[in-house]
């Protein structure tokens, strides 16, 4: 983590040593949130950054300062395979989502008691996962089957967190209403489609205001990066390639 002060310079602060991750990091998030002596210092410092990691030795860990001058904490939970993506919700901050490559999203509450936490961080605990979402089997196959990244989408929140889109690297995407409670209608996609001539996707991106589009990077035809934009008001989705130079 690097870190650049007011007074100029920079500080290199690595995380884990022994601890940390086994294997390679795939994706990282961060949030401004108070610390353990519940106040946000002014302006912000180490003490109150939380920091969520996912990576390919099937691993999510938050890593908070629990005392000042004590460093990181790491707190681990296990998934079921490699964490491609990790996103705290910006506008519910104690919720937390993370998608795994075989095709699960989940939800969890960081912020959960200190006794539940480390009931499901470690001593063979399960994880309390609030909520578990499939992607299910759809038209990509084989290696475009894996997901390849998930994040929260728009601005309408609930206390649940809103919506939540995903892609696989065959270009399915999906999107999620958690607000939907009747019939499990958390875990059933709102929308559903599937983006042309996308192979190797790599990430997807909602836009910040308008939860109908969000942007889809991936390797096109002949090896090309390309970005794909989706715009759910379409009666027919209508995927756009721009080259990018």
């Known amino acids: 983590m690097i870190h650049f002060p007011p007074s100029g310079g920079t500080f290199l602060t690595i995380l884990g040593g022994t601890s940390g991750h086994s294997s390679f990091i795939n994706d990282i998030d961060s949030i401004i949130h ?3 002596e519940g106040r946000l210092t002014s302006p912000p410092t180490n003490e109150d950054l939380v920091i969520a990691t996912v990576g390919d030795d099937n691993t999510l860990i938050i890593w908070q300062w629990q005392e000042p001058d004590s460093g990181p904490i790491p ?5 079921s395979s490699p964490g491609v993506s990790v996103n705290f919700c910006k506008h ?3 919720r937390l989502l993370v998608a795994e490559e075989e095709g699960t999203i989940r939800i969890l509450d960081w912020l959960a008691s200190d006794d539940a936490r480390a009931a499901s961080s470690g001593n063979g605990g399960s994880t309390l996962w609030l909520l578990n979402i499939y992607m299910g089997a759809g038209l990509s196959m084989g290696v475009d089957g894996l997901m390849a990244s998930a994040e929260w989408c728009g601005d309408d929140v609930d206390g649940e967190g809103g919506r939540i889109v995903g892609i696989t690297k065959g ?3 999906a999107v999620w209403d958690l607000t939907r409670i009747e019939g499990g209608g958390r875990t059933i996609p709102v929308e559903r489609g599937q983006v042309i001539h996308a192979n190797n996707v790599t990430c997807i991106r909602s836009h910040p205001s308008e939860s109908s589009l969000f942007a889809i990077g991936s390797k096109a035809t002949y090896e090309a990066p390309a970005v794909h934009i989706v715009d759910l008001t379409l009666e027919s989705i209508r995927p756009e390639i721009s080259l990018l130079t």
Not at 75 to 79: R, V
């Open 92 to 94: 519910f901050s104690r």
């Open 171 to 173: 270009g399915e995407w």
């Open 34 to 36: 108070p610390n353990a």
């Open 75 to 79: 707190i681990t939970y296990p998934l």
